[in-house]
């Protein structure tokens, strides 16, 4: 969870700054009006073609659920062609309101607010040369069910003697809660109450939708208290708000972990969550007939059978652990334990851990062994991207989440949009910029690192951060100090390292090299979240969805083909009533807005004729 | 608590429409820009006569802080020469800018941000005919010691191995909450931790002042939980906000009493505030010499002792529970209780109740008993103004604090702000037409009480609801319910009755008419807050601070002399670091701030010579 990257600079031509004022700013007004004046006509015509004309050859149009019912990007004018005309005319944007339009570099952001058949929207367009390069249609509320919020709050108190109720709030909040199962079925059941599950049941609770979110832990934010004694968020301030209640604003910049993890206890009873604490999902079956799943819970240690008509899997994006089947391993006399095991360092002062790993995991368990006093080694495997956290925050995260956006009046809202808006295909050439400068300035960091031995990369076309993250969500580590101790020999290394046996006392690679050890810590990575659904329901349902995450882009554990956006994330999968959530903070409050109106339209049998779904992928 | 008035319609002049648009406001502009002109040369000169004679004979001046180090009105033209002249001109507002003026009835009404030698400032100007009615200087923030928010936040992780502390941040929380008393000494004790001292504490917290609120209940949030079952606020949600952490755009208009409740306890979590809960204050004396106050606590049934520089009292504005001195209270055989222990009507289902008075405690309490299945009797002692809480949510709220207001840029801190730019003594002119109006829509529910034989009435000088709470804060009903079971005759009413006696089965009245009860609760209001002040520490010193709330309007209740701010509250008073601190949650939020400064200028050793520091008066 401290492992979220985060969005580049160049990832938007809109400006921020007061550039594109004046004249410059009527123009951009003018091509927006030129634009989407050509775009009503045609859609007014109803032909798919026409519109998909006033795209760039190689043009791109992303939809959030507001005409697909999927998340999905048609690449190119004949993808567009052919999803406009699968779903109709009364799928497209229509009544759009621009919010703004700025030119910058050629090329004209348009943003817009809209409407369809179904939803409200938001839009983002960039134009060029009088057409359309990128379009974003995003579903906002349901023109039929929108949110419950200002003007459509409920009153709470029915004052008026005839009104009086022999239930009241909390009354009703405990039976609620204490009922699922019993007096009434949850309609989607939340398997994990992390930031991701928890942000998915807020939206799911505005919505109404009767949703039940169960986690193992006994307290909400326990998934952060229990990790190791020094944790910050590795991600500033303005990329986590939770959905509906931001941060007051003078939240520290990095969340220390307890708080975080005291914002998300107090966020589940605020927000009137229906959360199981000390609850674990035991198992899982479909019954295709009456649409429902069968889901056994243990709460407290007393088995209880819930028949939600959606299983939602919020367990952590990074799957089920992975740890090497090591040779020796049984005979080794010290611990052995993946990375999510790693109890904290206090427990191994004075002693050698030797931790096999070099991203994200293995730097934060060897800072936090080094913290406590331990002889730390750490075994590179293969090349790792480095990047600090600082360097980040200036030239990747500044225009869409900082001070400077807030004051530029981009909040997370917008900014998530925005960064929404780059299709994937075509984010690479957006980043790589901004990570030549941080290569440019970070260089002495960097030689020191090399000169230390570390293998560096930038990722697999030099993109940085982000598309190794959405790529493979592995292969980094975000800065925040224990780089300094690999250059300065404070942490031990040992690059390339192939590890090729325990022995009683240590690790014995395969160059010969025999490493002493009281502790091996695996920082091996995870599996595909597909996992926790062979785990909950069983394989042939987790082969049936494939791997989740990844774009197939074709680099290193992003195996193709291409799909254009992460497999199986946040939309409908090949098993019905199934859905994956997570992501970092970002990801996590953006797309759960798209999967709880997915959700919620079931719930309120709207048709939701899906368009392209995906096709599974077994690849690991 | 559910007893909050609120400011009437007419309170503010400033049109939240927009038919002030065009050359309307250029003239406003021209108007504001005048007048600010002629005051800045005046004011550079240094000249107190000259800018008092920028003002109506008539004219007033309110500073909150900013100027005088207390909350004070000066009232005509040679009274606002003599606060300029004492203060001195690097008291006076400068470097005004101006971010509103609207022309509204012949008033020009403008709001502005200024600068002082000690602070930065907001301000209201009510200029008409070429001189200023009205003016309000208030302090936002000190200029040496600026909220740590936006750009100031702090980084939370001082991130890079270097900077790695053995201590976290809950460890550092937890040290610094239990070490009171033993490591550190508070600063500030707020006595009372409802949402008055909850609100300050935040406001404390946030500047940087170590605070400690100690309250008697298990948890935040009880002294709402504990009330009876069906209670939400009576106010609604745009009115109840706490500092700083706004609550979200779907909470109900009118909280439910454990929502409110459930809020509290997280809001003192995720501000982080030093509170101990189960806590009383036992006694407290003050040392001149050393400046610091002795107070002995008793937490979880042990006793520490606390040695702060300042005692806020926060236990409530309602004082110490009035009950009347009845012949015959001993020989009763039922329950005879205050209001204020009202444990809720289930106890009474089938029960005879008769409860003496018929202002808000009485008529929620009879709601509560007949909601029950109780038999209930109101003892009406003398008159009482009654409004139906949609009428002052429709008439009075409105332009301040309501959907409308947000959606036309009001946000509540600026709604306190323009409702504390009207000075006392020109409120209640303000405040007669909407209930004027209110006792003209709502005819027939008055006429239906009055055939009931309610006696009705609309203040000393039908000036309403919010004047009669800042007088004498008694003497009204907030209608949501109850008044239609006593039209109906669901509740018996007598009226006018007197108590004579109890009797060992019921009330005897002055008349000779016998009650039969099983219960009866005397909702015959509260003393002075300075009750509080002679229970924890003596009768002296209570003596010494006087009378607090009331402006001395000579109204019944309220004794003069006329003082033109709430007496002893939020400001310093004749008790050298005694402060008193309360109000319902428009006047917690707003007044927090000012108190909140008070106590951090002084932690920070800034001189504060507190202009005009109002005399205590006695009365009862």
Redesign the interface.
Known sequence: MSTDPIPADATTPVSTTAEAAGTDAQDASQVANAWLQRYAQAAAAGEAAGVAELFEEEGFWRDLVAMTWNLHTAEGRSQIRDMLAEVGPGAWPRDIDVTSAETADGVTTVMFTYLNDTFTGKGIARLRDGSCWTFLSSAQELVAHP?????R?????E???????PE???DR?IKRQEGFGIDEQPYVLVVGGGQGGIGLGARLR?LGVPALIIDKHPRPGDQWRNRY??L??HDP?WYDHMP??PF????????????IA??L??YV????LDYWSSTEAKSATYDEESGTWTVTVTRDGEDRILKPTHLVLATGMSGIPNLPDVPGADRFRGDIHHSSKHPGGAKYRGKKAVVVGSNNSAHDIC?DL??NGADVTMLQRSSTHIVK??SLMTHTLGPLYS?DA?EAGIYHDTADLIFASIPYRILADFQRPAFDAIRQQDKEFYEALEKAGFMLDFGADDSGLFLKYLRRASGYYID???S??VARG?IKLVSPAVVAELTETGVKLEDGQELEADVVVFATGYGSMNGWAAQLIDQDVADRVGKCWGLGSDTPKDPGPWEGELRNMWKPTQVENLWFHGGNLHQSRHYSRYLSLQLKARLEGIDTPVYALAESHHIE
């Open positions: 949110e419950p919020k200002g003007r709050r409920i009153l709470g108190a004052h008026g003697a005839n009104n009086m109720s009241n709030w909390l909040r505005r004694h020094s910050c968020l301030v509906y209640l007051p604003d003078d939240w520290p910049v990095f969340s220390p972990k307890d708080k005291d914002w206890e107090s009873k605020v927000m009137e800072g080094w913290e956290s600082d001070e807030v925040i100090g224990a300094d101790l404070e």
